[in-house]
C-alpha cells in the first residue's frame, strides 16, 4: 500500500461546481498535511496547510479526519483557472527531517 | 517569490556521463530536498538535508549523490546518468516549524 493515495482523476466539472478530492495516508503519526496545486509543467505550490480543526482560505476548505486516515480539499464555485492537478502531501515527524511524502495528484478540468 | 533557483533548467546528456543539478536559496533556510516526478510516480524524495554537511537518504537515491558546503547551495549529482534518470528533478526547502515546502522551477533532464 503506498504510504499517500488520491484518486487520479480527472475530475472534469461545470464551472461554478462544487468538487471534492480525498487523500488517504497510512502512517498514523503523520502530524502535517498540505495540499499543493500544480500547473502543467510548472512547480508545485502551497495551496494550503490542513489543520485538525479544518480550514478555510476563501473558496477552498480542507478538513483532516486522523481517524479514518485522510485529508479532504473542497473547492466551491469552481473557476476555470482551478484547472490544475492537486497533490496531497503528508509529514511525518520534526525529528525525521520534515519530509514530506506526496500523493500522485488528482487532476481537476473546470468546463465552461 | 520565494528566493530558490535551479539550474539548469533543461539539460541533455548521455549515458553514463557525471551530471550535477544545483540548488540555490536565499532564503537562509535549514532544510533543503531533492524530488524527482515521473508519470505515474508522482514526487519521490531522493535526498535531503538538515544543514551544512547534514544529508540522508530518500526513497529513491541510488545512482544519486548530493552535497552542501553552504546554507544556500544544495548539490544533486548523477554519478553515472542513465534512461531511467530521464525525469523533472525539483528542489525545495522549508522553514523552521510547520510550514510546507517552496519549490523551484525544475530541472528537465534527458538521458539519451
Known amino acids: 500500500r503506498k504510504e499517500v493515495e488520491q484518486d487520479p482523476g480527472p475530475f472534469n466539472v461545470p464551472e461554478g461546481a462544487t468538487v471534492a478530492f480525498n487523500c488517504t495516508y497510512s502512517?498514523?503519526?503523520?502530524?502535517?498535511f498540505f495540499w499543493y496545486r500544480q500547473d502543467c509543467r510548472k512547480e508545485p505550490k502551497l495551496l494550503m496547510s490542513?489543520?485538525?480543526s479544518g480550514n478555510e482560505d476563501g473558496r477552498f476548505t480542507a478538513q483532516l479526519n486522523r481517524a479514518s486516515q485522510y485529508i479532504s480539499l473542497l473547492i466551491r464555485d469552481s473557476k476555470l483557472s482551478d484547472s490544475a492537478t492537486y497533490l496531497c502531501?503528508?509529514?511525518?515527524?520534526?525529528?525525521?527531517?520534515?519530509?514530506?511524502?506526496f500523493g500522485t495528484g488528482t487532476q481537476l478540468k473546470v468546463e465552461l | 517569490d520565494a528566493g530558490i533557483t535551479q539550474s539548469p533548467r533543461h539539460k541533455v546528456t548521455e549515458t553514463g556521463t557525471p551530471v550535477t543539478l544545483r540548488c540555490h536559496q536565499t532564503?537562509?533556510?535549514?532544510?533543503m530536498y531533492w524530488y524527482r516526478q515521473d508519470p505515474g510516480h508522482g514526487l519521490r524524495l531522493i535526498h535531503y538535508?538538515?544543514?551544512?554537511?547534514?544529508?540522508d537518504k530518500g526513497e529513491v537515491s541510488d545512482g544519486y549523490s548530493v552535497s552542501r558546503s553552504k546554507t544556500e547551495d544544495f548539490l544533486l549529482t548523477l554519478e553515472s546518468a542513465t534512461s531511467s534518470q530521464t525525469s523533472v528533478y525539483f528542489c525545495a526547502i522549508k522553514a523552521q516549524g510547520h510550514y510546507g515546502y517552496t519549490f523551484g522551477s525544475g530541472t528537465r533532464l534527458t538521458v539519451v
Open positions: 490542513v489543520y485538525s
Open positions: 502512517n498514523s503519526a503523520s502530524q502535517s
Open positions: 502531501a503528508v509529514g511525518g515527524l520534526t525529528g525525521g527531517g520534515n519530509k514530506l511524502t
Open positions: 532564503e537562509n533556510h535549514r532544510y
Open positions: 538535508s538538515y544543514g551544512v554537511k547534514d544529508t
